[in-house]
T-cell receptor, first 116, second 115 residues
């Protein structure tokens, strides 16, 4: 069974400040991990994904995430927040390493607020 | 490059009515997924297809729900005898499965309101 925990349902940062969104996962198989962003009344857009290659993954819009197996974490960061980053962010895990359940398991999401 | 499309974008219905949603995946994607998202929550997996075969169904998919992908292209999700608890955003995603680590691309969703 897989699960994802996103710490903090709301995170508020000032424009230009560091963004840190936390994600911890549990998985019985080597995981594939994803971060998606959702703007109001829209679907989900992929920011980045980890598939057991490099532990530091770079994504779109200046975001990156680091896979830490010992901490079972996959936190999302961005050095300098922009007003356009305000959105809902979801961390997700997939156990599709060749078999078994292939649907994504999502966290509850973190609403990122950017203060001017 | 055409993304995943879903129709309708919004559906309002009365309790007890049947509704059907359509999803058109990215062309040549062999996998198609359905998720449900309620307010303030992350998406929850419902079911998925590889080509025309429905390979997995979540326990969330009650017997009032049925999904099809008859020709391995578009898919429909039908909800019979809708209940107020069915009100949610229904999301479709597609991917190209090559053996491991497929990336799912999501459509804009269909927002269902059951009165």
């Amino acid at each position: 069974a897989q699960s994802v925990t996103q710490l903090g349902s709301h995170v508020s940062v000032s424009e230009g400040a560091l963004v840190l969104l936390r994600c911890n996962y549990s998985s019985s198989v080597p995981p594939y991990l994803f971060w998606y962003v959702q703007y109001p009344n829209q679907g989900l857009q992929l920011l980045l994904k980890y598939t057991s290659a490099a532990t530091l993954v770079k994504g779109i819009n200046g975001f990156e995430a680091e896979f830490k197996k010992s901490e079972t974490s996959f936190h999302l960061t961005k050095p300098s927040a922009h007003m356009s980053d305000a959105a809902e962010y979801f961390c997700a895990v997939s156990g599709n390493s060749g078999g078994g359940a292939d649907g994504l398991t999502f966290g509850k999401g973190t609403h990122l607020i950017i203060q001017p | 490059d055409t993304g995943v499309s879903q129709n309708p974008r919004h559906k309002i219905t009365k309790r007890g009515q049947n509704v059907t949603f359509r999803c058109d995946p990215i062309s040549e994607h062999n996998r198609l997924y359905w998720y449900r998202q309620t307010l303030g929550q992350g998406p929850e997996f419902l079911t998925y297809f590889q080509n025309e075969a429905q390979l997995e169904k979540s326990r969330l998919l009650s017997d009032r729900f049925s999904a099809e992908r008859p020709k391995g292209s578009f898919s429909t999700l039908e909800i019979q005898r809708t209940e107020q608890g069915d009100s949610a955003m229904y999301l479709c995603a597609s991917s190209l499965w090559t053996g491991k680590g497929d990336t799912q691309y999501f459509g804009p969703g269909t927002r269902l309101t059951v009165l």
